[in-house]
C-alpha cells in the first residue's frame, strides 16, 4: 500500500510537487522562525553573558556583593589552581579570566609632560594567548576600527571616542594610572595597537581592553582573576546546566572552611535582570512561534485542501471504476501523511539548514547601514540558535495542517455524485 | 476593470474555505506587521518623549566646559546665568541644574556619586522636585534629598534613611553633612537615576559656596533664547541629546524585519498555491473568456485581479479584528516583562504602539502589491495556453 | 607621608609665631604660644633625613613601604621608596605646590594636578593633596580654646582651631600636646559642618639627639572602614646638609 502511494506521488508530479514544495518552504519557515527568534531574544543576554556575567562565573563572595565597585582587592587570588579545577570539574565549559578595574589615562606629550587624562574603565582579559577565546566571543576583529588587535605584552586597545578625545594616536604610548590591590598607585605605560567601537555609550565613552597577563602585572595580582567567567561550548546560556553546575561546586569546599574569600559560583540567572531577560525572551520567543506556528497551520491547512480539491476529477473517475468512497478517502489521508512527513522532513532539514548558517556566520545587519562599523555590545549581527525543540516543532503545522486539509478535502468525495466529480475537469 | 472585480469577488466568495483561509492568513500578516512596527515607533516616540520629559527637556543649555560623563569637569563648570534668566528659573520656568561631585560611604567604602541641585520650582521636567522644598522637611537638619529607585535600591537606602555625604566646596574646603532621603523616584530614565542624589539647587549652591551658579538648563519648549545666555554656556539640541536612543531603536528595528519578511512569504505562499491551482482547474473558464473575445492579457489580468482582492478581502477582515486589537494595544499598551531602565536604555514596562495613516496604508500598499504579484506570476501561464485546448479543458 | 609627617611636625609649630596676641584662653599656667613653642622646640629642625615605613592595611591586604625622605623647611621634600621590589626607585618631588612622581616602570615624570591630587597615595588614608597641604597653622588657624585633659594616661593640652579663611581644607581641628614632653599625640580634623574626617595619632616618643619624637603615627579617614595607615620613623637626623640637586627635577630620572 504505502508502495503503491509513493509511486503514485512520484509519478504524477501534480500530485507531489507542489504540496510537497509547499509543506517543504512552510516547514522551513517556521523551523528558521523558531531559531531566528529564540537567536534574537537571546541577544541582550549574550552581550552581557559575553561583557561581564559569564554563563556561570566564580569569584569570591565579598566581591560578588559589591561587583559594581569592581573592588580587585577582593579577588579570587589563586585562580589558576581554581581553573584547574574547574576544568577538571566542567570540563565542557570555556573558562576565562577577567579582571575589570577603573584607572586614569595620562597621554604625554612629546617630552614627556601630561598633555591628556582622563578616566578610563579597564578590562582585562586574555588577548595574546594562543588558546583565547575572547577575541572571538567579544568579536574583537570586527569591531576593530583603527589599527589593530594587540599582538604583544603592553599593547592596548582603547574605545574610537576615548582615544579621539585624548588624541592618542595607533602605536602611540601613554602611562596607565591605577591602585594594585595592594591600593597603592601603579604606573605603567601601555601602547594602544587599535581601537575599537562597542555599540553601547557606557563603553565607547571610556574604556579600555587590556591582556590579562598585563592587567595581572600592573595590579600586582600575580595568578589572581576578579573572576572566572564559564562559556558553554555551544556558546548558548542553558538554566538548567548552569544551576545543576552552581549547586555542585557551591557544596563542594574550597579552601579553608573559615576562608571569608573562598569561591563561590554564580549562574547568568542569579542576576535579576539576566533572569528577567532571559524570561522575556523564553516568553516572547513562544508567542512569536506560537503566532508563526498558527500563520503556517493555516497555510499548510489550505495546501491540504488545494492538495485534494486538484483531484477531483481522479476521485471521479476512481468512484466510477468502482473502487469505494472510504478507500478512496483514506488513500487521500495516506497520501497527504507521506507528502506532510516527506515534506515536513525536508523542510526542517532545509530551514536548520538556514538557520545553522545563520547560527555560525550571523547575519551583518549592519552591513546595510550607512554606517558600517560593527561594535562588540551590539554587534550588529543577528544569529539565529537551533534548540532542540526546531528539530521537531515543523512537523506540527507540516503533518498536522495537511492531513487536515485533506481531510476536510475529502469530505466532498462523500458529499459529491460520483458524475459530479467526474465533471469537475 | 469593474466587472473583473465583480467576477473576482464572486469567484473567490464561492470557493468558500480556501478563500477564507488564505484572508485569514493575509490579514494575519496584516495586523502583525503594523502591530510590531506600532510597538518599535511607540518605542521610539516613548524613549525620546521619556527622556525629554525627565532629563532634556526641549533641548539644553550647558556650561562650555561640562561634561555629564567627565567628573573631572564639573568642578569648572558653573557660571552665573543673567538675571533676567535667574528671575525665569525662580518662577520655574527652566529646570536649572548645579553638578558637583561628593562621595558617600555605603559598607565603609568611598563611592563617588553625582549631586544634582535643581530648582525645586522647576516645571519643565517630570524629577518630582517639590520634595525637596525646605518647608516640607524643615523638622530634620539633615539635607532633604532625592534618588531614583535604582540609585536607592544599590545603595541600599530607602525613603527616611539618613547617610552621610562628603564634599569639597569651590575652595576645596571639606565638608561633610547628613542627608535624608526624602522621595526615591521611579523612573523610566537611567541617566537621571544612577549614581545620582537630587537635591535644592540652593542648598547646593550653598554647600558650594555658588551664589546663583548652574551648570547646565532644561528649555521647556523650542524656543531660541540665545539672548538669555552669556557665551559661557552652549545650546545643546534635542536631535543631539537623543542621538544615542535613536541609533538603539534603529538597529532593533532592522532586527524586526524578517519577522515582516517571513509573515509576508508565508501568505504569498498561501496565495501562490491557490492561484497554482486556479489556473489550473479553470482552464475551461479561461478559454470560454477568450472565446468570447478577451485578449489573453486581459484574462491574466481578470486572474491577478482576482488574487489582489485577497488584499482587499484582507485588509476588511485585518480592520475588523484588527483595529480593536489595535486600538486596545494602543490604549493599553504592550507590557514588557522586564524592567528595561536596567538595561540602562531608556524605556519603561509598557510600551504604547504607535500607528500613523503613514504606517498603515504602507503596509496595505505592501501587501497588496506583493499578493499582485504573486497572483501575476501563476496566471502568466494563461498566456501560453492554447485557447482551442483550454476550452476542451485540457492543459497543452 | 614624608611630608605629611614633615608638616605635621613641622608646620604646626609655626603657629607659635602667631600666638602671643590670642588672650581667649583657658586660665591654665602655661600659655597656647608657649606649649607650642616647646614643641617646636622638640620637633623643628632646618633639614632633616628620616627612614620611614609606612603600613597600608587593606580589608584583606596589608602592605609595607620603605622610603628615604630629605626634607629642607617646609616647601621641600624629596621621597625614594626603597622596599618593597615593586615600589623601589619610585620617586617623589615636592617644590612648594607642586608634586612629581617618577615610576621606574614608567620611566615618566607625571605632574600630578587637579583631581589626581584627591588620589590616596599608595593607597593610604591620606590623599596627594593632604600630603601637600603646605598650611601655615598660624596663619590659617586660629586658636579657639585650650584645656588641660588626661589623654591616655597622659597628662595633655587640648587645643581647638578654627580656620580663619574659608579656602582650608579642613574647617576645623582639635590637637592633643602631651604636657610633659610637648609632643603632639593626636590630631582630629573636622569637616565645615562639624563631622569628623580624619585622624592621626601619635606615639612611641623617643629621644633624637636630644629632642622628643614620636616615631609612630597611625592615620585614619575616619568615614571609610579599615584600620588606618601606619607610619614608623625608622631613624632620623636632624640639621643635616642636604645636597640641593635633591631637590630639583632632574633627580627623578
Redesign the interface.
Known amino acids: 500500500m504505502i508502495r503503491f502511494i509513493l509511486r503514485g506521488l512520484l509519478r504524477d508530479r501534480s500530485r507531489s510537487t507542489i504540496p510537497l514544495l509547499v509543506v517543504a518552504v512552510g516547514v522551513s519557515l517556521s523551523v528558521f522562525m523558531h531559531a531566528y527568534v529564540t537567536g534574537i531574544m537571546g541577544d541582550m543576554v549574550r552581550q552581557s553573558a559575553h561583557y561581564s556575567e559569564g554563563h556561570v562565573k566564580v569569584l569570591t563572595r565579598p566581591y560578588a556583593e559589591m561587583a559594581h565597585l569592581n573592588p580587585i582587592d577582593l579577588s579570587i587570588l589563586n585562580a589558576s589552581e581554581l581553573e584547574e579545577v574547574l576544568v577538571h570539574q566542567y570540563p565542557e565549559m570555556d573558562w576565562v579570566h577577567r579582571i575589570n578595574f577603573s584607572a586614569l589615562v595620562d597621554v604625554p606629550d612629546s617630552l614627556g609632560e601630561t598633555k591628556e587624562q582622563g578616566p578610563a574603565f579597564v578590562m582585562g582579559l586574555d588577548l595574546l594567548s594562543d588558546k583565547s577565546t575572547e577575541i572571538k566571543r567579544l568579536h574583537l576583529t570586527e569591531a576593530l576600527v583603527r589599527g589593530r588587535l594587540p599582538q604583544h605584552a603592553g599593547e592596548v586597545l582603547l574605545s574610537e571616542q576615548f582615544a579621539k578625545k585624548l588624541s592618542v594616536e595607533v602605536g602611540e604610548e601613554f602611562t596607565l594610572i591605577a591602585a594594585t590591590v595592594y591600593g597603592n598607585m601603579a604606573y605603567v605605560n601601555f601602547t594602544m595597537s587599535g581601537t575599537i567601537h562597542h555599540g553601547s555609550p557606557a563603553f565607547d565613552r571610556g574604556s579600555m581592553l587590556i591582556d590579562l597577563s598585563d592587567a595581572r602585572d600592573f595590579l600586582a595580582m600575580e595568578q589572581g582573576s576578579a573572576q572566572i567567567l564559564g562559556f558553554f561550548a555551544d556558546g548558548f546560556y542553558n538554566d538548567d546546566t548552569a544551576l545543576e553546575m552552581k549547586n555542585s561546586f557551591n557544596t563542594l569546599e574550597h579552601g579553608e572552611a573559615e576562608d571569608e574569600y573562598a569561591p563561590i559560583m554564580l549562574c547568568l540567572a542569579d542576576n535579576p535582570t539576566m533572569a528577567l531577560y532571559l524570561g522575556l525572551g523564553s516568553q516572547m520567543g513562544m508567542w512569536i512561534s506560537l503566532v508563526f506556528l498558527l500563520t503556517m497551520s493555516l497555510v499548510l491547512w489550505n495546501a491540504g485542501l488545494l492538495g485534494g480539491l486538484r483531484r477531483y476529477q481522479e476521485f471521479g473517475i476512481r468512484l466510477a471504476i468502482g473502487e469505494e468512497k472510504s478507500h478512496v478517502y483514506r488513500s487521500l489521508l495516506w497520501e497527504s501523511l507521506a507528502v506532510g512527513t516527506i515534506g515536513s522532513a525536508v523542510g526542517t532539514a532545509i530551514g536548520l539548514f538556514f538557520a545553522y548558517l545563520l547560527q555560525h556566520y550571523g547575519l551583518n545587519i549592519e552591513a546595510f547601514s550607512e554606517n558600517a562599523s560593527q561594535s562588540v555590545m551590539m554587534p550588529g549581527i543577528i544569529r539565529a540558535r537551533i534548540t532542540p525543540v526546531d528539530f521537531y516543532i515543523g512537523f506540527v503545522p507540516g503533518l498536522v495542517s495537511t492531513l487536515i486539509g485533506a481531510g476536510l478535502a475529502g469530505i466532498g468525495v462523500y458529499r459529491r455524485e460520483t458524475a459530479r466529480l467526474m465533471n469537475e475537469l | 476593470m469593474k466587472l473583473a472585480i465583480y467576477i473576482a469577488f464572486k469567484n473567490l466568495l464561492g470557493a468558500g ?2 478563500t477564507w ?2 484572508v ?2 493575509l490579514s ?2 496584516f495586523v ?1 506587521i503594523i502591530w510590531i512596527k506600532g510597538i518599535m515607533l511607540g518605542w521610539d516616540h516613548q524613549a525620546k518623549s521619556q527622556l525629554i520629559e525627565w532629563e532634556i527637556g526641549h533641548g539644553q543649555y550647558w556650561h562650555t566646559n561640562y561634561d555629564p ?4 569637569t564639573w ?1 569648572d563648570s558653573h557660571a552665573s546665568p543673567s538675571d533676567t534668566l535667574l528671575n525665569a528659573i525662580k518662577e520655574g520656568r527652566y529646570a536649572a541644574i548645579l553638578v558637583a561631585q561628593g ?1 558617600i ?1 555605603p ?5 563617588p556619586v553625582c549631586l544634582k541641585g535643581i530648582n525645586t520650582t522647576q516645571q519643565v521636567l517630570k524629577i518630582p522636585t517639590s520634595f525637596l522644598s525646605q518647608e516640607e522637611n524643615s523638622k530634620s537638619s539633615a539635607i532633604p534629598v532625592m534618588m531614583g529607585a535604582y540609585m536607592a535600591n ?1 545603595c541600599q537606602l530607602k525613603e527616611g534613611d539618613q547617610f ?1 555625604v ?1 564634599w ?2 569651590k ?7 547628613e542627608m535624608e532621603l526624602v522621595k526615591v523616584f521611579a523612573t523610566p530614565v537611567p541617566t537621571v537615576d544612577a549614581g545620582q542624589i537630587w537635591l535644592d539647587c540652593s542648598t547646593l549652591q550653598n554647600m558650594m ?1 555658588l551664589n546663583n551658579e548652574i551648570t547646565l538648563l532644561s528649555l521647556p519648549s523650542n524656543e531660541s533664547n540665545e539672548l538669555l545666555f552669556s557665551n559661557e554656556f552652549q545650546f545643546k539640541s534635542k536631535e543631539f541629546l537623543l542621538s ?1 536612543i535613536e541609533k538603539m531603536v ?2 532593533k528595528s ?2 524586526q524585519s ?2 515582516y519578511l ?2 509576508l ?3 504569498m ?2 496565495i501562490f ?2 492561484q ?2 486556479s489556473v ?2 479553470r482552464r ?1 473558464e479561461i478559454g470560454t473568456y477568450i472565446a468570447l473575445g478577451y485578449t489573453r492579457s486581459e484574462v491574466v489580468r481578470l486572474f491577478t485581479i482576482e488574487g489582489g482582492v485577497y488584499a482587499l478581502l484582507a485588509s476588511a477582515l485585518a480592520l475588523l479584528y484588527g483595529y480593536p486589537f489595535l486600538l486596545w494595544q494602543y490604549r493599553n499598551g504592550f507590557k ?4 528595561v531602565a ?3 536604555i531608556a524605556g519603561s514596562n509598557h510600551i504604547y504602539p504607535l500607528f500613523s495613516l503613514a504606517l498603515i496604508l504602507g503596509t496595505f500598499l505592501l501587501i497588496a502589491f506583493t499578493t499582485l504579484l504573486v497572483s501575476y506570476l501563476p496566471a502568466r501561464k494563461i498566456a501560453a495556453l492554447n485557447p482551442a485546448e483550454t476550452l476542451k ?1 485540457r492543459l497543452s | 607621608m614624608t611630608r605629611l609627617f614633615v608638616s605635621f611636625i613641622g608646620k604646626n609649630l609655626l603657629f607659635i609665631i602667631g600666638f602671643f596676641a590670642i588672650t581667649n584662653l583657658i586660665n591654665a599656667q602655661i600659655t597656647p604660644a608657649e606649649v607650642l613653642e616647646r614643641v617646636d622646640a622638640n620637633l623643628s629642625a632646618n633639614t632633616r633625613v628620616f627612614v620611614s615605613e609606612m603600613t597600608i592595611h587593606g580589608k584583606r591586604f596589608s602592605q609595607t613601604l620603605q622610603s628615604k625622605t630629605y626634607s629642607a623647611g617646609n616647601s621641600k621634600a624629596f621621597t625614594e621608596y626603597l622596599s618593597p621590589a615593586r615600589e623601589a626607585g619610585t620617586k617623589l618631588l615636592m617644590l612648594d605646590d607642586k608634586l612629581w612622581i617618577y615610576t621606574p616602570s614608567s620611566d615618566r615624570t607625571i605632574q600630578l594636578s587637579g583631581h589626581m591630587l584627591k588620589q590616596s597615595v599608595m593607597g593610604s588614608d591620606l590623599s596627594y593633596e593632604d600630603l601637600m597641604s603646605d598650611t601655615k597653622l598660624t596663619e590659617e588657624y586660629e586658636v579657639v580654646s585650650m584645656l588641660s585633659e588626661i589623654y591616655q594616661d597622659r597628662k595633655s593640652y587640648l587645643m581647638e582651631l578654627v580656620a580663619r579663611t574659608e579656602s582650608q581644607s579642613y574647617a576645623r581641628r582639635k590637637m592633643w600636646i602631651d604636657a610633659e614632653y610637648f609632643v603632639p599625640l593626636k590630631e582630629e580634623l573636622y569637616a565645615k559642618s562639624g563631622q569628623l574626617l580624619k585622624q592621626a595619632s601619635m606615639s612611641d616618643l623617643k629621644q633624637i639627639q636630644g629632642r622628643w619624637f614620636p616615631t609612630q603615627m597611625v592615620y585614619r579617614d575616619m568615614l571609610k572602614n579599615g584600620k588606618g595607615t601606619e607610619f614608623r620613623i625608622l631613624s632620623m637626623e636632624f640639621n643635616q646638609a642636604i645636597p640641593e640637586h635633591l631637590f630639583s627635577k632632574a633627580v627623578l630620572r
Open positions: 474555505l480556501r483561509i488564505n485569514l492568513v494575519f500578516s502583525a560623563n567627565d567628573s573631572f568642578d562621595v560611604y559598607e565603609g567604602r568611598m563611592v544599590s552621610l562628603r569639597r566646596d575652595d576645596g574646603v571639606f565638608d561633610a553633612r559656596g544615542d534603529q538597529m532592522k532586527g524578517v519577522f517571513v509573515l512569504v508565508l501568505a505562499l498561501a498555491d491557490t497554482v491551482l489550473f482547474k475551461r514588557m516583562p522586564v524592567d536596567e538595561f540602562g479543458g
